[in-house]
């Protein structure tokens, strides 16, 4: 039973334009959704988090859209970079500050030039 | 050194051996995690310690046993696996306590098991 759920394994995208990512989850208790990146040969790094009390997080060329209703974030990358290519997951957890993520199996975006 | 070290990156093991996978990490946290990433699978956790007490386990089998002697390094000692345990094994350390939920990532140890 996944709780996140990334239903796009893979994207292609044009460099210039905008990438969106999308993650849908199942458990309405989850109030903090963070995405990750991973580059090959590397661990996740954090790129950008959301509060349940917000719909929207900016942080230059990425935002991420929570969408509480439909159980859905997506997360904004604009413009795409040839650098942004990379697996990215997103991951829920119930509280701020909790330690059990739950994370989606990931979606691999790849920006052509 | 900086952040999430681990070693080897990779290791192939016969089901009878013993081998244990290394985590260190450098940016003064108290928690530290295994993530278990199984092809086309989500990471799945598996144990969390802090402050070099584990608290949390999440239903993995004893033939992973994870060690924290202190809160810079973690161990997961592994015997007797399967074939299906072939995964890339990732740890993580962040702040305990009100830290938020940021994780800090190591480069992953990729197992595979004949």
């Known amino acids: 039973d996944q709780q996140v759920k990334q239903n796009s394994p893979s994207l292609s995208v044009q460099e210039g334009r905008i990438s969106i990512l999308n993650c849908d989850y199942t458990?309405?208790?989850?109030?903090?959704f963070l995405w990750y990146k991973k580059y090959p040969a590397e661990g996740p790094t954090f790129l950008i988090s959301i509060s349940s009390i917000k719909d929207k997080n900016e942080d230059g060329r990425f935002t991420v859209f929570l969408n509480k209703s439909a159980k859905h974030l997506s997360l904004h990358i604009v413009p795409s970079q040839p650098g942004d290519s990379a697996v990215y997951f997103c991951a829920a957890s119930e509280v701020w500050g909790a330690q059990k993520l739950v994370f989606g199996q990931g979606t691999r975006l790849t920006i052509n030039p | 050194e900086t952040g999430v070290t681990q070693t080897p990156r990779h290791l192939v093991m016969g089901m009878t051996n013993k081998k244990s996978l290394k985590c260190e990490q450098h940016?003064?946290?108290?928690?530290m995690y295994w993530y278990k990433q199984s092809a086309k699978k989500p990471l799945e956790l598996m144990f969390v310690?802090?402050?070099?007490?584990?608290?949390e386990n999440n239903s993995v089998p004893s033939r992973f046993s994870p060690e924290c002697p202190n809160s810079s390094h973690l161990f997961l000692h592994l015997h007797t696996l399967q074939p299906e345990d072939s995964a890339l094994y990732l740890c993580?350390?962040?702040?305990?306590?009100?830290?938020?939920?940021?994780?800090?990532f190591g480069p992953g140890t990729r197992l595979t098991v004949l």
């Open positions: 993580a350390s962040s702040p305990s306590g009100s830290g938020g939920n940021e994780q800090f």
């Open positions: 310690y802090n402050f070099k007490e584990q608290t």
């Open positions: 940016l003064g946290h108290n928690a």
């Open positions: 458990n309405s208790m989850f109030d903090y």
